[in-house]
């Protein structure tokens, strides 16, 4: 028979048992800490549901600061590549990780994240479910209880330095936050655009690829049309909101420059976070969806034509490939910048609504401008540098050139 007595003991004893764990490794840099907070952990198995309640409390924290289960996941990434957020998150997190530690470290937040957000029950909304749905829970060899309390302080450690940053929705269980309607479904064009895009990603053709991706983008600037169109005739109170999308080494500047790229052809404005890894793109959700679509589908796709240019620079003697990459990426993410802006004004003009189309776009720019501005006042435009490699422009400019955005024959 229990005692209540005996419980309320062992729960005092596991709370005090974490506190001072924390207090010797979350609270101070370095590994010295981690190590006396791991041993106070491994010589306690009483205080592993404690722990576990404070790893959820620190997750909940999380999203109250504006972060996202993508994100977090993604600074954890970070960590251990960098083996410390020497800005932002602190130092220590997976420092000195082993391939093994990091595995175990991925697979520890992502466990944390679904344990906490299964409390939400059906009422996250569709982007919060995609991003759990796309948390891998990898295999990991069974740890030691010290090595494994390590880990989990490390992981303790780069939540609680988490600092706040501009939210794109509600929290979780906040009165804000709101559930997709009943029924919810992605629209019939976007299951088009996903499968025209795919293709183009898959195909070992050059002239199939540019003209499926040419006519996913037209699909796209068609979509926004019939977006913008019904929003005004029915006097609908939609409003701009935001998402954030990774930008992950190496080259990111490049590719921060060719999210950009989409995000301004489909009325929607990024601001690029250099220091956490993510661009946040702001526009109407319609647009939003098909910008996400768009820039992963180029990335592949300019990452492949990257790939099979370089190999003919290598087989012509060429040792530096890195510079290469680089100056192919900028004029590849460059040159389609323009080409998406030119395409989507002419779906616009060639629009039978044209005329009462192209104020509705341009009151819906000014919204999308204005929310940029609220969120991000202090935003700096930052000149680039250092295209040293005028084989990897050339090469880049022209891989863009084929990836047009008006298929031949297209009506």
Not at 128 to 143: I, K, T, V
Not at 177 to 200: M, Q, V
Not at 319 to 333: N, V, W
Not at 351 to 373: H, I, K, N, Y
Request: proline share 6%; charged share 25%.
């Amino acid at each position: 028979m229990d005692d209540p007595a005996t419980e309320a003991t062992a729960a005092t004893t596991a709370r005090e048992v974490v506190d001072k764990a924390f207090a010797a490794a979350l609270y101070v840099d370095g590994d010295e800490g981690l190590d006396t907070g791991a041993s106070l952990l491994a010589a306690t198995p009483d205080a592993d549901a404690e722990l576990w309640r404070r790893g959820e409390e620190l997750v909940r924290r999380a999203w109250e600061r504006g972060w996202q289960p993508a994100d977090v996941i993604r600074m954890v990434g970070r960590a251990q590549g960098e083996g410390a957020l020497a800005q932002g998150a602190g130092a220590g997190a997976g420092a000195g990780a082993g391939a093994a530690d990091r595995t175990h470290l991925t697979r520890l937040a992502a466990e944390l994240i679904t344990a906490e957000t299964r409390r939400y029950g059906d009422t996250l909304p569709p982007r919060w479910n995609a991003q759990l749905a796309e948390l891998a829970l990898q295999d990991a060899p069974r740890l030691d209880r010290f090595s494994r309390a390590t880990i989990i302080l490390g992981l303790y450690r780069l939540l609680l330095r988490l600092p706040a940053i501009e939210p794109v929705g509600p929290a979780p269980g906040s009165p804000l936050h709101a559930a997709p309607p009943p029924g919810h479904e992605e629209p019939r064009i976007l299951t088009r655009i996903r499968a025209l895009l795919a293709k183009a990603e898959a195909t070992g053709f050059p002239e199939e690829a540019e003209a499926l991706t040419a006519k996913a983008q037209e699909l796209m600037a068609r979509h926004t049309i019939d977006e913008a169109l019904l929003a005004s005739r029915t006097h609908a109170k939609d409003t701009p909101g935001a998402c954030r999308i990774g930008v992950d080494a190496p080259y990111e500047t490049a590719k921060a420059i060719l999210l950009d790229a989409v995000a301004t052809a489909n009325h929607c404005r990024a601001v690029w976070n250099e220091a956490y890894g993510f661009s946040t793109v702001v526009g109407f959700e319609s647009d939003l969806e098909v910008v996400e679509l768009l820039h992963t589908s180029l990335l592949v796709q300019g990452t492949a034509a990257m790939t099979k240019a370089e190999a003919g620079q290598r087989a012509g003697g060429r040792k530096r490939t890195k510079t290469f990459r680089q100056a192919f990426l900028l004029a590849y993410a460059n040159r389609l910048g323009g080409r998406l802006a030119a395409a989507a004004e002419s779906v616009a003009i060639e629009s039978p609504d044209a005329g009462e189309l192209l104020p509705v776009l341009a009151a819906r720019d000014v919204a999308v401008t204005s929310r940029a501005e609220r969120m991000f006042p202090a935003t700096t435009t930052t000149r680039v540098r250092g295209v040293v490699d005028a084989e990897g422009w050339t090469e880049g400019v022209a891989a863009a050139d084929r990836a047009r955005m008006t298929p031949p024959g297209a009506s």
